[in-house]
């Protein structure tokens, strides 16, 4: 994130997203590091 945020100069607040079939298990440093989880729920809602 810090060589991204350095090359492309930008000010944003950046945050890591997890998309995957089944979902993300909870664990101390899935919960440090990403920030949001989407399934294939969340991507093909009716």
Same mark, same amino acid.
């Given at each position: 994130?810090? @060589? #991204?945020?350095?090359?492309?100069?930008?000010?944003?607040?950046?945050?890591?997203?997890? @998309?995957? $079939?089944?979902?993300?298990?909870?664990?101390?440093? !899935?919960? !440090?590091? @990403?920030?949001?989880?989407? $399934?294939?729920?969340?991507? #093909?809602?009716?």
């Amino acid at each position: 994130m810090r @060589i #991204f945020k350095e090359a492309t100069k930008t000010r944003k607040q950046l945050s890591w997203a997890f @998309i995957s $079939t089944f979902g993300l298990k909870t664990t101390p440093h !899935s919960l !440090s590091l @990403i920030s949001r989880s989407l $399934t294939m729920d969340d991507l #093909f809602l009716d």
